[in-house]
């Protein structure tokens, strides 16, 4: 079992910059990927990036080259440098982990939100 706390959400104004962080405990010897999704208010869940424990990252194309993932693996941490905000960037933001490389994703945070208006 895996827990998963995100920190980091905030207000922030258009074009502003905001820092998210996760951090997992339970058991986290074996997690392979770790990333984020957000929902944003009526719309579907979306992933957001993830990142491998060897450093492999994906990204959505909507981040548009604006939002950095990184991990820290001793510390069982993943981040999210976002940049250039936009106000579709408003959402709940979750952090995701899995065991395996590639399937569903085994564990969820409880969500941080982000909002971006003027």
């Known amino acids: 079992q895996v827990q998963l706390v995100e920190s980091g959400g905030d207000l922030v104004q258009p074009g502003g910059s905001l820092r998210l962080s996760c951090v997992a405990s339970?058991?986290?010897?074996?997690?392979?990927?770790m990333g984020w999704y957000r929902q944003a208010p009526g719309r579907q869940r979306e992933e957001v990036a993830h990142?491998?424990?060897?450093?492999?990252?994906y990204y959505a194309d909507f981040v548009e080259g604006r939002f950095t993932i990184s991990r820290d693996n001793a510390k069982n941490k993943v981040y999210l440098q976002m940049n250039n905000l936009k106000h579709d960037d408003t959402a709940v933001y979750y952090c995701?982990?899995?065991?395996?490389?590639?399937?569903?994703?085994?564990?969820w945070g409880q969500g941080t939100q982000v909002t971006v208006s003027s």
């Open positions: 990142m491998t424990s060897a450093g492999g990252a």
């Open positions: 995701v982990a899995r065991v395996d490389v590639v399937g569903p994703w085994d564990s």
């Open positions: 339970g058991s986290v010897f074996a997690l392979q990927v």
